[in-house]
């Protein structure tokens, strides 16, 4: 999607173009929509032999469907893949994926029909919706519903941000994160939620200041993460310490390289669509205030000393550093 929307050089023509293949994604994603338990919804998994999370719905693999529903929507005007986006955010509130303050919980066991949510709160979660959201705000020139929407899972995304009073608006990873307990998948979901962040601000413009106070303070964080290693740039996870906290990996840089390009999404402009497709212009240019941070009670931190270097970081020296590492990675990935 993204090489349509940003028109990337078509394929040979004897090659699978963009377009057909985000189709068949959907289509096959559309084809597996699964009616045998909770009356809907996507698997985890696909196949029955592989048991671990076979029969898990959760709202990861049921968020990419409806977020590549709205950007198909957008992109071609076409209100089959917005009745998808549709039927696809009721379905996940209608179990309790997405409650009605806009928390994205995990998932649910569909062998108990769905009757059971894991409430774990996951950065990735709430940010493949947001995404979303913001498209079908867009493309629907500022509904008032998915502006509703859009504004309340920005709001919920608070519970990513500032685990500690001197680490205010630096992103972190809530369930797993403080305690040390992140998996090697973990360690990249605060990239997904820093790409989703920064398109978001372009298709909902009324919130782009809001987002961005999130991710210039998370990217000036990471500058200082990134100082590790035998190369002296080697990121780390824990963005808050104001040092390398020797942890070392890909998601790490992954996560580390989208917080920072993701300051430069301003100049990519809006993505494109069709030739066909009208996208009237939204004249809305208010924002919001983020909420003080709140956390359910699956994700709240142990009452521990933070391990915080006691100085304040620079914003604008290290945002400068930050930004120059996003375009030396961008230029290796």
Request: hydrophobic share 40%.
């Amino acid at each position: 999607m993204s090489a349509l929307e940003y028109e990337y050089p078509s394929p040979p023509q004897n090659q699978p173009q963009y377009l057909d293949v985000a189709k068949a994604a959907f289509d096959s994603m559309a084809a597996r929509w699964d009616l045998t338990s909770c009356n809907g919804g996507l698997k985890w998994q696909i196949f029955p032999e592989n048991s671990y999370g076979y029969d898990y719905k959760n709202s990861i693999s049921n968020g990419g469907f409806f977020a590549l529903a709205a950007r198909l929507a957008r992109y071609t005007g076409n209100q089959t893949y917005v009745d998808w986006a549709e039927k696809t955010w009721d379905w996940c509130e209608r179990i309790g994926l997405i409650s009605s303050i806009y928390e994205v919980f995990d998932g649910s066991d569909d062998t108990l029909n769905c009757s059971q949510i894991n409430h774990m709160q996951w950065s990735y979660g709430v940010g493949i919706f947001l995404h979303g959201t913001a498209t079908l705000y867009n493309y629907t020139n500022g509904s008032s519903l998915w502006q509703k929407r859009t504004s309340g899972l920005l709001d919920r995304s608070a519970v990513f941000f500032s685990p500690y009073p001197n680490a205010t608006d630096v992103m972190f990873e809530a369930a797993c994160e403080t305690v040390g307990t992140c998996n090697t998948d973990q360690q990249s979901f605060k990239a997904y939620l820093a790409r989703f962040l920064a398109k978001t601000a372009v298709l909902a413009p009324y919130i782009a200041a809001s987002i961005n106070t999130l991710l210039s303070k998370s990217a000036a964080a990471v500058a200082t993460s990134c100082s590790g290693g035998k190369d002296s740039v080697t990121c780390g996870s824990k963005w808050y310490t104001g040092a390398w906290d020797g942890s070392s990996g890909i998601g790490q840089q992954l996560s580390a390289l989208e917080v920072t390009q993701a300051l430069l999404v301003a100049n990519a402009g809006a993505p494109g669509t069709l030739a066909n497709v009208h996208l009237a212009k939204s004249t809305a240019t208010t924002t919001i205030n983020l909420p003080a941070r709140s956390i359910t009670a699956e994700l709240q931190t142990p009452n521990t000393t933070p391990n915080i270097a006691p100085g304040v970081v620079n914003t604008g020296s290290r945002l400068l550093a930050s930004a120059a590492f996003g375009a030396v990675l961008a230029g290796l990935w």
